[in-house]
């Protein structure tokens, strides 16, 4: 069974694929985003604007209690990236399993430099 705030998590996974989809259809645009050739932005002062290059990350942490249960997640979200690679065919998608913190995290450092008297 998954639990109400994966399920949210997938929920909110499903919906930002479909609205990624949503906006490259309205885009109208035939090849995938990712190999799509950017337009040639009009010359200002005889300098060509340099092409702008995005990466979109998406992270999702999964706490799961067993290995059964981090497989079922990891199966789902796998579903949903293949939605999104068949509109992105250059997508990643990368899993990494990583080890629980040993102990608190380092307090946050304090002011370096002090102020002068007459500041």
């Known amino acids: 069974m998954v639990q109400p ?3 949210e998590l997938l929920t909110l996974l499903q919906a930002g694929i479909g609205w ?6 309205a885009a109208g645009t035939s090849q995938p985003a990712a190999v799509a050739p950017l337009p040639v932005s009009r010359r200002t002062s005889g300098v060509a604007e340099t092409p702008v290059r995005l990466r979109a990350t998406i992270t ?3 706490d799961a209690t067993d290995a059964d249960e981090a497989e079922r997640f990891s199966e789902a979200v796998r579903g949903q990236f293949e939605l999104l690679k068949r509109s ?3 997508a990643e998608l990368a899993f990494q399993r990583r080890k629980p913190r040993s102990g608190p ?5 304090t002011r370096v430099v002090t ?3 007459d500041d």
């Open 5 to 7: 705030v994966r399920a």
């Open 20 to 25: 990624a989809v949503l906006a490259v259809r």
């Open 60 to 62: 999702i942490d999964i």
């Open 88 to 90: 992105h065919p250059l």
């Open 105 to 109: 995290r380092a307090p946050t450092p």
């Open 115 to 117: 102020p002068y008297l």
